[in-house]
């Protein structure tokens, strides 16, 4: 039987109450083991679900680096400390992201090769797995040597979790000649071409949904941008489409037959449907869930760490850091 | 009377047919004046229209600036031309972008205290003015110098484009926080808190539609990225919903009630009424519509190209990077 998954239930917009909701729903629903960290006293009722007791709880504005290295009975540090220390397949974290970055790089590590983990995102592709974006945001200056390794632990990620034979990798550019782009882009280029990873070439902002790639790769401020632009792209279109939808009688009619045709496409596009974003490169795994998830993001995303486990993505990323120790 | 506007007549997927009707159109429907430039034995019938003859044509895949350089009796290179002699009050083409902006800057030449143009894209804001991003392409690689001018450039232009008495900036970053981004950002950051430029703070990706600021200022890389994520995000959801609306007779008959409310907003959204992109700090104006333009993108990019003239762009941006010399 799997080791249980670490949720912090002090993390969170609606934590601990839906957070815990959440994981009773994962137990309940997708018949996973859930171990709660968390506050006794600040949690309520844990449901039923096993507690691992601490004292601390970092903040959504705590800084967090030097609210991980204080706050050392925190439920972030806890979670990790669980993983590290094999009592735990992975962490699920809804709360600060800085801080859960940090408490996973800090205590789990890196894995042998790694210069910086990254955060992996899944953009959904309809009809088909979604693609993965890296780097998410956890390094807004990046070196080619670190795209490099980016593209190697997504697609190491992606042919793991998504059963993708030789997943495609596409790097994120202004143009799809070589010659477009920055230097680092340009240079990142060139070692993707040379890396035996499948690489695709360069895609543009406009092919990220749907993707023709499995992976994305860019530095994690243009990655960062990008996404946000997607969500605020996305939350901008619906609230216009809901407020034509509202405008007399016969709008609303037609909108109430409308809703069982746009209702799936919606879910497939909602935030709280994907799991949640990935830290990739360390020695365990930990998922960062959105910070105004509800129980139905914290449900999928232990429902992702849970699959990324069984899928043995972090043996995987190991082998795709140091090809030569796999065979 | 304003001077006509040079229109490329070869420019773009469907010139020189529908870029001949919509300057007919702009002619008809908006009272301006325009002069075709174009190859007459390419051209067909000008409809009546003043044409400016010339001999070559720089195509979609031609090199930007090796094919303005060479061609110099291209029709692109003759807009430009007739712009910095006084016979033409902008140019507008929907053809090669890199060649447009090439012959816009070596024959009109820079505003004194230019280091480099750079491009505008208006970003629609549903009940008010769109927001200008900068650069939207231009220069993948900037300087925090380069970021400042921007700023400037377009403030000034949106000041006198859209009648704001302050246009409020804002600079794309990953969080709220100075702190935040990469040193591009930071330093930039410092460079327009001390502006004197009624600057707003950080913006991240999501804050870009609708906008709390009237510039949105960034690198071009990231500009242009961010710009084609927002174009590929409102394609994909558009044709997702129009999917939907086409299952059956129940769907195809709602979503038949439902277009008269969603239209207006189809609109607002669609770049063709936006009137294409504008490249800023140049000795003359020149408007860069998308490749794809239609009759009605064409006439729209007309329209703002006299409006531009109309406002004084050109005076208000040499005053604001030159302020010295403003009073």
């Known amino acids: ?100 970055m940090a408490a996973a790089l800090l205590r789990m590590g890196r894995l042998p090769g790694v210069v910086r983990p990254c955060i992996a995102t899944p953009i959904p592709n309809p009809g088909r797995a979604p693609s993965t974006m890296v780097d998410a945001g956890a390094n807004a200056e990046c070196t080619p040597e670190m795209l490099l390794q980016f593209a190697q632990l997504a697609s190491a990620f992606a042919g793991a979790r998504f059963s993708i034979e030789s997943p495609s990798v596409g790097l994120l550019s202004i143009g799809e000649e070589s010659s477009k782009g920055t230097p680092l882009v340009k240079e990142t280029h060139e070692l993707l071409a040379q890396s035996g990873l499948n690489f695709f070439g360069n895609v543009e902002g406009r092919d990220l949904i749907p993707a023709p790639v499995d992976v994305i790769v860019t530095d994690g401020f243009t990655g960062n941008v990008a996404l946000k632009t997607l969500e605020g792209a996305f939350k901008f279109i619906f609230s216009t489409i809901l407020t034509a939808l509202d405008t007399d009688e016969a709008s609303r009619a037609a909108g109430q037959a409308l809703m069982p045709y746009l209702l ?21 795994l930990c998922v960062i869930s959105h910070g105004s998830s509800n129980d139905t993001a914290i449900m999928n995303a232990l429902r992702v760490a849970a ?21």
Request: aromatic content about 2%; charged content about 20%; glycine content about 12%.
């Open 1 to 100: 039987m799997p080791l249980p998954i670490a949720l912090d239930a002090m993390g969170g917009d609606f934590a601990p109450e839906l957070v815990i909701k959440g994981a009773r729903r994962a137990v309940d629903e997708l018949g996973l083991e859930v171990t709660l960290v968390g506050v006794p006293e600040l949690m309520g009722d844990p449901l039923g679900l096993p507690v691992v007791a601490c004292t601390e709880v970092i903040a959504m504005d705590d800084e967090p680096g030097s609210s991980v290295r204080k706050k050392k009975d925190s439920s972030l540090v806890r979670c990790a400390e669980l993983v590290r220390d094999g009592h735990a397949s992975a962490m699920v974290s809804a709360g600060n992201t800085g801080a859960t």
């Open 264 to 284: 799936p496409h919606v879910t497939t596009l909602s935030p709280e449907y994907q799991g949640g974003a990935m830290l990739l490169g360390l020695k365990g």
């Open 307 to 327: 699959e990324m486990d069984a899928a043995g993505v972090v043996a995987k990323m190991a082998l795709a850091i140091r090809p030569d120790q796999g065979s």
